[in-house]
């Protein structure tokens, strides 16, 4: 990783706001880096990440259009754990080929920090690759209700999706900065207002 540049871990739960705090940060100038857009860009077709995966899962994991099929293979690796090591053993290498290399854009570029949003930055054991870690949190019964909202999906549901991630009181503890995204639009605003100016505070600008 370049030495020159801030990278900050921003990573929370389902339906916790991630995306938006995000554009916060982008809006004053931070490059974000989506580590999902980068699993995306590393299954593109023609990738050896891709032709890696079609050895592995065989010709019917693509679409007609040459494109990874992301339902199939998520029902594929389910109920195989091996193959879904197998799977990571070829994604993360390459997942983290494309993020060194878009540091490294950054860096060049003169920025003196970055976002890397993951959502899964803490079960990846991932920490190690960021130099502090940001966690996006709500409280339990309005992640709940942001997901039914989103997804159009019953409480039910929304519980069990919720039920198979880690808890974000967990995550929490992993988290230099915690942005509770609890309330308004503008309460949040207010609160990574705080943030930033710590931060740029923090490194004299």
Not at 30 to 39: E, G, S, T
Not at 69 to 90: A, Q, V, Y
């Amino acid at each position: 990783m370049p030495a020159k540049i801030r990278i900050i871990g921003l990573t929370g739960g389902i339906a916790t706001g991630k995306s938006s705090v995000a554009l916060f940060f982008r809006e004053r100038g931070v490059p974000v880096i989506d580590a999902d857009q980068l699993a995306r860009d590393a299954v593109l077709p023609g990738s050896p990440a891709l032709e890696q995966i079609i050895a592995l899962f065989g010709r019917e994991i693509v679409t007609h259009g040459g494109e990874l099929d992301r339902k199939r293979l998520g029902t594929l690796i389910f109920s195989d754990p091996e193959k879904r090591r197998h799977l990571e053993g070829i994604l993360h290498p390459e997942i983290r080929k494309l993020a060194e290399e878009r540091i490294a854009l950054a860096a060049a570029a003169g920025h003196k920090r970055l976002i890397y949003m993951a959502p899964l930055l803490i079960e990846a054991a991932a920490t190690d690759r960021v130099d502090t870690v940001w966690v996006v949190t709500v409280r339990p019964e309005i992640q709940l209700e942001r997901l039914m909202m989103r997804d159009g999906i019953s409480r039910e549901q929304a519980k069990r999706m919720v039920g198979s991630q880690m808890p974000l009181s967990e995550k929490e503890r992993y988290g230099s900065v915690i942005i509770d995204n609890s309330g308004t639009e503008a309460e949040t605003r207010m609160i990574l207002e705080t943030i930033w100016a710590n931060e740029t505070g923090s490194n004299n600008e």
